[in-house]
Structure formats: structure tokens, C-alpha cells
């Protein structure tokens, strides 16, 4: 195919237009005082350092913060400059700075190109994270019921370990399965929650932000409204998500427009939960399942590395699993399968948080500058206009400073500190926790901290401590091999290594 109107092959064109552009930006980047990553500053070097920030992003984040650890660094990255500002002071004036200086929002629809990805409509009315948010969250203890049935049936089928024969699991793929039923169990109920090609749809829609969505970003401006469309696939994702979703959401429409809220029968899932709110256009069954693919997309693989990694946790510190498990049936003997069993489970809990802290991300809570004149911290450091700028969480969460032996794996961390916590209280009447799994602060940003900090923690706890319970009442579990398989990183993007296996098997009780 050639460019419209001339004898030049399109590829060649794009390639070419791209050069331009890329030339264009080599000239024209960012300057900034703010010391950037050795090896970096040069011309061409930049790019290299880009494309190493891509394969090692835990050493290159870990060396700027060790050299300052209340200072700001930069790295390049394919597209700009990214700053990270050390320590909780910055962190704090970041998280309170306007949203119209530095804006999480801008930072979100720029990386993974939303205008493609999810469609413009998300921009003005992001109405589904306040469900997430609110409705959802409330609804966690009454819904859990089926949320607990569905990790059982998933956890049967998925890992297939049926009885005291040890079977050796590829944890990740699974994780990835057991969490997206979970998940949408609570979202769109039985059948469609089990249906595995609706699943798998939902699994890769993630993939279709992160991946595609940024390779859209490498594309200039202008191009994006070609190349956008055709690289995200949007709207032959939808088509299939239809499939499942449409006749059920056609069937919720019909209800509502005859009865309105208010119905015998009306079901307590994220349809509902969208349908109190959603008004005008967003009434429709292709607005709504592009709505919940969304919900799912933020959900299952957050969810499904953090259960891979704390079963690789397990697998790798077996001293832990006697009391969590003592602790696990000790609950349910007394309050059955219940949320608020879950909430007594102080020793699984912290467990969770520590697996969380320990293998976390190298950044996080990033924003973007979109004030003119650039945000400026009190000390007068700068960041300019454009520029993406995010917080150190991998070596926050390892500094000495916030944890004693933070590079130690150490499960029961914070139900110690629960415990000291609790005899002060029970002898001097003071003092309360506030370390459990949910809790954000400066020194623990696995969720983010501040105004935009993780809406849907509150579920991925719920759904993480009842998966851990039932693994750990469930099964017998030992690690493939005493090397734990090396994590795959793209940049930022880490998750733990798909071929990573561990041992199963049915507990003999
Ligand atoms: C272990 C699992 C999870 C982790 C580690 C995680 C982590 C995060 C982080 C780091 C952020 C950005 C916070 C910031 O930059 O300040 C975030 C945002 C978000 N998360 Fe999660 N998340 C998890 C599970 C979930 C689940 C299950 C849901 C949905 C039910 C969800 C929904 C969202 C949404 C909607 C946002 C955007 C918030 C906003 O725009 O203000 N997350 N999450």
C-alpha cells in the first residue's frame, strides 16, 4: 500500500515520519539541573540508558536513590525524562500538590494512551472507580459468600491437585486464572464468571493498556489517530466482551427501565453497582462492558502477582505456614468462612503485607506535570512542564531507615508490632494499629499513598487473605527449586516469572 497520492510505500513513510520526529525530540529535550543516572546525560547515551532501564529497573532506581536519599534523580525513558523524588517529605508534597500542577490522571491516559485504549468518554466521567471505591467496597462482607465459593470451585479447577500425590504448578498462569473468576464473580456473577474465553479477554485487555498502550505513546502526536486504533484493538475487543456481556447487560437495561433501582431479585454484582450511577450514553451495553473490562483490567494481574509472589513466599519460608494456618482454622472454626474471620486473621494479613513490601515494584505514585511553569518543591527543585515524576517504592520499602533488616523476609513483621501494639493498649489504654495490609504511608506505597491511593485494595485484600487461608488449610505446598525463577521486567513493569513452578498437594487431615 502506498502513502495516498504518491508512488511511496506506507511503511517506508511511517519509518521515515518517525525519524523525523525522533530527531526532532533528540534536539529538543528536556533540559533539567536535576542529576540524571550516570551514563545517561549524552546524546545517544540517553537512549541506550532507556533501553537498560528496560531489563534492569531495580538496580538503576536503586543507585539514584542511594546516592541522596532526600533528592531528585532522572532517568530517560524511550519517550521523556522521568524524575523520582526521594524521601516521605517529597512524597508528601507531592501527593498534596493540585491535581491541575501534578495530575495522577494526565500521568494514566499519557503512558497507556487512554484516548485508544479505553476510549475518550473515560476522561470526563471516570464514574466506575468511585463505584469501585464506594459501592464496591461496602458490598465486600455481604457478597463474600460467593467470592469464597468461587475460590474453591477455581482453585479445584485450576490447579486440579486432588489428592496427597505431590503435583508441580505453574503458578503465575494459575494465579492469573483463579483471580479472574474470583474477580468476576463478584463483577458479573455465574455463568458468564467461569466462561474461559470471556476470561481470557478479560486477562488480556491489561495487556492491550499496558503493552499497547504504550507502544501507541512512542508514536508522535500526530500519528496516534492512525496508529492508535489499530494497535489497541479496541473495538474488536469489545465485540467479543459483548459475546458474554452484552445479552446480560440488554436483559439488567430491560429490568431497569420497566422497575428502575428497585427490584425483587436485583442482583448485588458490578452491573448494578454501575447502573445506580450511570446515566445518558453510559446507559448502553457496549459503554457498561467497556466499564467492567476497565474494572478488570486494574484488577487481575495487580491481584494475581501479588498471590503468585506470596505463594512463592511460602514455598521459600515454611516456618511461617504452622501458625498461619493454626491461626486460619482457629477462625473458621469460630466464624466460618466469613469477612469477618478474614479480619482476625492478623498473622495471614501480615504476611500479605510484608510478601508486598519485599517484592515490590522499583516505582510507583507517578504523576504528571502539567502546570506551564513546572512543579516546584519547597526547596525550590523543579520539574518541568511534561515530565512524568514518581516515587522510589522498591528501595522505600528496603531503606533501614523505615525497616530493620528490610532486605529479610520476615512474615510476621507487622503482626508482632500488632501484638506489642495491643499490650499497650491493654495496659496503659493507648495506642492503636495501624500497619495492617490496607493501610498506605510514606514508608509502605505498594498501593499508593494520598487522594489516589488503590480504591480496590480493600477487595484484593479480602480476595488475597481468603486465598491464602484456603491454600493454607487446603494444601501441602514446597518450592521446585531453592532458586526462586528470576522475574520478568519490561521497565517498570514486573511480574513474577511465568515459569516459576511450585510443589501441591491435598493436605492428609
Ligand atoms: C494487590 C493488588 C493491587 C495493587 C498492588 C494495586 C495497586 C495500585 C496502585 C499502586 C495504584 C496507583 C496509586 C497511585 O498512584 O497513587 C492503583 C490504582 C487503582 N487501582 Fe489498584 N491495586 C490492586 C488491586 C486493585 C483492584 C482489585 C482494583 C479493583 C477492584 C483496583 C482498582 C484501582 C483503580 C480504579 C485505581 C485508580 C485510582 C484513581 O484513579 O484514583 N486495584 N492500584
Not at 268 to 282: C, F, K, P, Y
Not at 285 to 290: F, I, K, N, Q, W
Request: with cysteine; aromatic share 12%; hydrophobic share 40%.
Amino acid at each position: 500500500m502506498n502513502l495516498p497520492g504518491s508512488s511511496i510505500p506506507l511503511p517506508y513513510a511511517v519509518v521515515s515520519i518517525c525519524w523525523v520526529f525522533l530527531i526532532y525530540r533528540l534536539l529538543y529535550r528536556q533540559k533539567s539541573t536535576i542529576p540524571a543516572i550516570p551514563g545517561s546525560s549524552g546524546f545517544i547515551s540517553s537512549y541506550v540508558a532507556a533501553l537498560r532501564f528496560l531489563g534492569h529497573p531495580r538496580e538503576i532506581i536503586s543507585a539514584g536513590y542511594s546516592k541522596d536519599r532526600n533528592g531528585i534523580f532522572r532517568f530517560p525513558g524511550l519517550r521523556r525524562w522521568q524524575y523520582i523524588a526521594n524521601g516521605r517529605d517529597r512524597l508528601r508534597e507531592l501527593i498534596a500538590a493540585p491535581a491541575h500542577i501534578v495530575s495522577f490522571e494526565e500521568s494514566v491516559w499519557d503512558t497507556f494512551q487512554f484516548e485508544y485504549t479505553v476510549g475518550p468518554e473515560f476522561k470526563s466521567n471516570p464514574y466506575h472507580i468511585d463505584v469501585i471505591r464506594g459501592t464496591l467496597t461496602r458490598n465486600l462482607g455481604r457478597c463474600f459468600p460467593r467470592v469464597r465459593d468461587e475460590i474453591v470451585h477455581a482453585f479445584d479447577d485450576v490447579i486440579g491437585v486432588r489428592d496427597t500425590e505431590w503435583k508441580l504448578i505453574q503458578m503465575y498462569p494459575a494465579s492469573l486464572q483463579i483471580v479472574a473468576r474470583t474477580t468476576n464473580r463478584l463483577y458479573v456473577d455465574l455463568p458468564v464468571c467461569r466462561e474461559p474465553e470471556y476470561l481470557q479477554i478479560c486477562i488480556n485487555f491489561a495487556t492491550v493498556l499496558f503493552f499497547r498502550g504504550q507502544s501507541i505513546g512512542l508514536f508522535p502526536k500526530f500519528l496516534r489517530p492512525i496508529f492508535g486504533p489499530l494497535i489497541s484493538k479496541r473495538k474488536s475487543i469489545l465485540r467479543q466482551a459483548l459475546k458474554f456481556l452484552g445479552p446480560l447487560i440488554d436483559e439488567r437495561l430491560d429490568q431497569e427501565n420497566q422497575y428502575g433501582h428497585e427490584w425483587a431479585g436485583r442482583p448485588n454484582d458490578l452491573i448494578s453497582w454501575l447502573l445506580d450511577v450511570a446515566e445518558g450514553n453510559e446507559r448502553t451495553a457496549p459503554a457498561l462492558a467497556m466499564r467492567i473490562l476497565a474494572a478488570n483490567a486494574v484488577a487481575i494481574h495487580t491481584t494475581s502477582i501479588a498471590l503468585t509472589d506470596a505463594i512463592f513466599d511460602l514455598a521459600a519460608y515454611p516456618d511461617h505456614i504452622f501458625l498461619m494456618r493454626e491461626e486460619a482454622e482457629r477462625e473458621v472454626a469460630t466464624q466460618g468462612w466469613t469477612k469477618a474471620a478474614l479480619g482476625n486473621m492478623h498473622r495471614i494479613d501480615s504476611f500479605l503485607r510484608e510478601s508486598m513490601r519485599i517484592n515490590s515494584g522499583p516505582v510507583g505514585t507517578t504523576r504528571k506535570v502539567i502546570a506551564k511553569d513546572g512543579f516546584e518543591f519547597s526547596d525550590g527543585t523543579t520539574i518541568p512542564y511534561g515530565a512524568l515524576i514518581s516515587i522510589p517504592s522498591g528501595p522505600t520499602h528496603h531503606d533501614a531507615a523505615n525497616y530493620e533488616h528490610p532486605d529479610t523476609f520476615d512474615g510476621f513483621r507487622f503482626s508482632r508490632r500488632r501484638e506489642e501494639r495491643q499490650r499497650l493498649v491493654d495496659s496503659e489504654g493507648t495506642g492503636s494499629f495501624t500497619q495492617h495490609m490496607v493501610t498506605t504511608a510514606p514508608e509502605y506505597v505498594v498501593f499508593g499513598h494520598g487522594h489516589h491511593a488503590c480504591p480496590g485494595r480493600f477487595f484484593a485484600a479480602t480476595e488475597l487473605k481468603a486465598m491464602m487461608a484456603h491454600i493454607l488449610t487446603n494444601y501441602d505446598i514446597k518450592p521446585e527449586t531453592e532458586i526462586r525463577p528470576p522475574e520478568i521486567c519490561f521497565g517498570e513493569n514486573i511480574v513474577p516469572n511465568p515459569r516459576g513452578k511450585v510443589w501441591l498437594r491435598k493436605r492428609d487431615k
